[in-house]
């Protein structure tokens, strides 16, 4: 809080010719310090809690042709989607694989999930007192409360699911799904962040043990 917010709001309490009536302006200086109190709720990320299940044939994995597909329920034409495809095909190819557009020997297949929630939100001023494509499974007189804490930032759900199986049909190879939640007021909440942070979760140390959930910061 600077001073000047706090003079401008004392300085209309304090001013004798105020409209305010003498016995609201206790009431007039905590709605102020409210206002300028609420805007400084801190922002949180979750660690980005991730779960890997490897077939039989974990020997196909990390090498030869791939491509990536959206999911049957993905958005595939959303600028969101586009985000988090390229940074799926940017860490398959860091594992090794070559990614093309088609005639590829496996397919990586993407569906990916994001979600607002609102916070339940209290009056500041009171009186008187969620798809998966796996297969595995200070009160201040007058009897008036104020509430400094401000408003909580709407919370952003992201889920990540990348199934790989072979081109030809046949039992997934690999399933890994990342999940993590972000406030709004973090830089991390953004789509081009958030894709980067999960991509590289989703396939770190790949193709991990099978049924184990790790979290990663």
């Avoid at 309490?13 to 003498?22: A, G, W």
């Avoid at 310090?33 to 660690?47: F, I, N, Q, T």
């Avoid at 694989?97 to 496996?106: F, H, K, L, N, T």
Wanted: aromatic content about 6%.
């Amino acid at each position: 809080m600077t001073n000047q917010g706090l003079a401008a709001c004392t300085g209309n309490v304090r001013d004798e010719t105020s409209l305010f009536p003498r016995i609201a302006r206790p009431l007039a200086l905590a709605l102020c310090l409210g206002m300028l109190a609420g805007c400084a709720k801190p922002a949180y990320v979750s660690p980005v809690s991730v779960t890997r299940f490897t077939g039989e044939t974990r020997n196909q994995l990390g090498h030869g042709t791939i491509s990536v597909e959206a999911s049957a329920n993905a958005q595939s034409d959303s600028l969101e989607y586009g985000l988090f495809a390229a940074e799926v095909a940017g860490e398959l190819e860091a594992l090794g694989y070559q990614v093309v557009e088609s005639g590829a020997d496996q397919i990586a297949v993407v569906s990916l999930n994001r979600s607002v929630a609102s916070p339940h939100r209290r009056n500041p001023v009171s009186v008187g007192g969620g798809a998966s494509v796996g297969s595995y499974g200070s009160g201040v007189g007058l009897g008036v409360g104020i509430d400094l804490s401000g408003r909580d930032p709407d919370q952003i759900s992201t889920q990540l699911f990348v199934a790989i199986r072979p081109a030809d049909g046949g039992e997934n190879l690999w399933e890994g799904r990342a999940s993590g939640i972000a406030t709004a007021n973090s830089p991390l909440s953004d789509p081009g962040a958030t894709s980067d942070r999960m991509a590289q979760a989703l396939f770190s140390g790949f193709p991990g043990e099978s049924g184990e959930t790790i979290e990663v910061r």
